[in-house]
């Protein structure tokens, strides 16, 4: 009989053990999680600042296109396929020396909330018949729809055409 | 007692995890759509592409469709070339968009290429010596609207 019982009786796993398996477990998949949500993080930072850059060599080839003339107004050339609108202030910072055009705000509207850029265009006379073109766009990293407080990111870019 | 407290907090703590797991997995599919599907590399594609004829082409001349839904502009086909003897024609076609690339005088087609699919729309508008095209990109799960605006460099 004792031989028999002592045959049935089976080591088992213990309590302390299958918790530490679990703690183990769970380890690997926060790490991989992490890894993943970093990812996509930075994947959507990456596709903010491509966007901005866009947005600024839009503007500029749109200005550019006629010639870097002082009334034009993006908002009558672009809105009716893009969201852009006049800004209220300055976000997006100006070169000191450059003539501010104007302010405007672009909404892109994506599967996962609306992005906010704030473009400032300004511009600049080098010499007879030569106009620097300067278009700042800023936007907020953290947030999707921010208020302007919330920019901390800008792209800017220059381009030169002639005047006549 | 101590083995259901221990479970409850285990199922507790299993479930939360699995909430970011799961909300983590899904911002990652979004993003790596986002950037790998064929709607945004058709995007990336299709602007390049209109930004280098664009840059190449005449500014003394630009043809829009009645509906601005083609373009057709003119270019120097080598650096001996006196007049302008190339042009460059983009066209949406069966969901396609197009650039066919041919000689002027006689008026002669040397190729057509195919720039991107899953095109849903595509509209051209002139601006003094810059031309916007906005193209609507669709593959059924994902779309993507391309606004790009271009200057004419060339004489």
Known sequence: MVGQAKRNRRRGVSL????VAVVILLIALIGTSSFRYYAALDGRRADAQTTAARIALMLCESWGGLNGDETYNPVTHLSSDLGITAGSSTVA?????FNLLGAYTVLFDDDRGVNKYMATLSWKDLQPGLRALNVNVAWAQREQV???SGVDRSFSLTMYTLTW | MELMITAVIMVIVGLAIGV???DGQS???TMYDRINSDVASDGYVARKKFDAVMRRASRERTVLGGE???LEVYYYADDDSVTVDRYARFYVSDGDLNLELGQL?????LGVETVCGNVSGCTFKQAGQSVQMILTLDNGTQANTVVSSAVTHNQ
């Not at chain 2, 005088?105 to 087609?109: A, D, G, L």
């Open chain 1, 146 to 148: 921010v208020s302007d």
């Open chain 1, 93 to 97: 910072a100006k070169p000191s020396d």
């Open chain 2, 68 to 70: 601005g839904d083609w």
């Open chain 1, 16 to 19: 302390v053990g299958t918790l």
């Open chain 2, 20 to 22: 970011v797991i799961v």
């Open chain 2, 27 to 29: 911002s990652w599919n």
């Open chain 2, 105 to 109: 005088e006689p008026r002669v087609t």
